[in-house]
């Protein structure tokens, strides 16, 4: 087999010049300035920023928490179906998401507008109107809906795995159905917690769009702050490495945390 | 018990579905209200037909899924199999940069093409664009097309490669007779993996693509930013509808191949 080490060359080749170069670029654009001089003064500009980066962590958080609580019993209840219809039933739920992500955010932005069908239909019950579109909770809304598919499914693949007779041998053994939850399928399903809350948070924290469709021009998060810095009229490539970089440190930081609690087996993606 | 978790379920579906329904309803809509149905007409699906920017950025985008999606096919399996052959620590090496593309959040991977693009464009006199674009596309499928086809070779017996030469394979021949199929529904599912994300890419070609080639997700985007026609509308009902069936087709598919699987083994025993 030794000789087949060189098939890998051609790619080999693309992995450096496309994603390792890119990335050391912008290590290298966060820590020098037009003039290509050693800086930090890029790195310590972030800090000017530091309540965007809070709004960002903390809006991405409340979107994985919710994520997590609405999509646990989904999972939950897909993986008790007959067999025959969970595949079914999986599609049904996974199908949104095959839709273009823009397209999903756009509906929001209809239902939610001051004019828009949600506000209407609570005008005929006498109640509203509520400023809905524009706010962190629109951010919020858009974040549970477009990534909530991404915390159900590694949910799902771990809990079809529980075998059905562990959790008939704790009730056997005189656990509530209380414990059961608690004792044996929380902790069985730990890795697809682990996954899931890295899959919702890496793309929360890192949007530009929803915050950009829902949240108005008042609701700026990491994303938004990055792309103006590359396409926006704030045009600093290097003010942009650096936020870029801190974003990268941020993501591995949760995401150590994370490995923590998963087995050792257990790789997250 | 069982009855509160069918509602549940039900809210949830509710949840995904009702935006997607009201896209699609007020895709029929005679004004351009986002909120009042005043009556039926297809003039909004007659005007996309005609809406020419759509219909090229769909043809461009249709293009670049699939170049893409091929190319990263080829070098991705290549790719597999040479990095399945060599020792442990360059094999987890190149595993980890492989995975970066996949963790990074996509703004970065965007990003960071962008910084090396501008670099080579400055120097060398080309432009964004279709080059570009591809490239991007091709970078961040591949990682897929690896992640789908490494566990291939975990099922696989490594002395299958040399048997095949000890009885007179040449090498190219035994990769062909041996290696490839035992590969192949990797293959086949990186493939299709790479080619649905490079048909919904919004991200990062966002920010590779310049102004000159333009994918169907950056036109529904700037669709999204002026005053909305129901054209968007009518986009949406059909990509939903190409998705449903799409998907549908697959299941029937899948259901067969395992009833024909199963009644198979039932011959067999």
């Known amino acids: 087999m030794k000789k087949l080490k060189f098939f890998s060359a051609p790619y080999l080749v693309w992995m450096i010049v496309f994603i390792v170069v890119p990335l050391l670029m912008v290590a290298y654009f966060a820590v020098t300035n037009d003039s290509g001089e050693l800086t930090i003064n890029n790195i310590s500009d972030v800090g000017q920023y530091a309540n965007i980066f809070v709004r960002s962590i903390w809006l991405a958080l409340i979107a994985t928490a919710v994520c997590l609580v609405l999509a646990y019993p989904v999972a939950y209840s897909l993986s008790r179906m007959e067999k025959h219809k969970q595949g079914t039933m999986l599609l049904i739920v996974m199908l949104p998401m095959w839709m273009n992500f823009l397209l999903r955010t756009y509906a929001w932005m209809t239902l939610l507008g001051n004019n828009g069908i949600i506000n209407r239909v609570l005008g005929f019950v006498g109640l509203g109107p509520f400023k809905m579109i524009n706010t962190s909770g629109a951010v919020v809304l858009g974040m549970v809906y477009n990534y909530l598919p991404f915390m159900i499914l590694p949910l799902y693949s771990v809990m079809e795995k529980i075998d059905k007779s562990v959790i008939e041998a704790a009730s056997d053994l005189g656990c509530n159905s209380r414990g059961v939850i608690f004792r044996v399928i929380v902790p069985l399903s730990l890795p697809g917690i682990t996954s899931g809350i890295t899959m919702v948070f890496v793309p929360a924290i890192s949007t530009f769009i929803i915050s950009r469709m829902l949240g108005g021009g008042s609701n700026l998060l990491i994303g938004d702050l990055i792309e103006m810095q590359f396409l926006g009229n704030a045009y600093n490539p290097h003010l942009g490495a650096a936020i870029s970089l801190v974003l990268m440190v941020i993501i591995l930081v949760i995401m150590t945390i994370m490995n923590q609690f998963s087995p050792d087996d257990q790789v997250l993606i | ?269």
């Open chain 2, 1 to 269: 018990m069982k009855i509160l978790s069918k509602i549940y379920f039900a809210v949830i579906l509710m949840f995904l579905y009702v935006p997607i329904f009201v896209l699609i309803v007020f895709s029929f809509n005679e004004t351009k209200s986002k909120s009042v149905f005043s009556g039926f007409t297809l003039e909004w699906y007659e005007k996309l037909f005609h809406n020419r920017i759509i219909i090229s950025s769909l043809v461009n985008t249709i293009i670049i899924a699939i170049a893409a999606s091929v190319v990263s096919t080829v070098l991705g399996t290549l790719a597999a199999i040479g990095i399945n052959s060599m020792r442990k620590t360059p094999k987890a090496v190149i595993m980890n940069v492989t995975n970066m593309p996949i963790i990074n959040p996509e703004i970065v991977t965007g990003v960071s093409l962008m910084l090396l693009f501008v670099f080579f464009a400055a120097r060398m006199s080309f432009q964004f664009g279709f080059v570009t674009l591809l490239i991007a596309h091709i970078t961040f499928d591949v990682p897929y097309v690896i992640l789908n086809i490494m566990p291939k070779f975990k099922q696989m017996d490594p002395n299958l490669f040399e048997a095949a030469q000890d009885l007179g394979c040449s090498p190219v021949r035994a990769f062909f007779k041996v290696i490839l199929p035992e590969i192949m529904p990797g293959v086949v599912s990186g493939f299709l993996m790479a080619f649905t994300y490079s048909l919904d890419d919004f991200v990062i070609s966002y920010f590779t693509c310049g102004s000159t080639s333009q994918t169907l997700p950056i036109t529904i985007y700037s669709m999204t930013r002026r005053k909305v026609s129901p054209e968007i509308n009518a986009l949406s009902t059909l990509i939903f509808i190409t998705v449903l069936v799409i998907l549908i087709i697959k299941n029937i598919v899948e259901s067969r191949s395992a009833k024909r699987a199963a009644s198979f083994r039932g011959e067999r025993a």
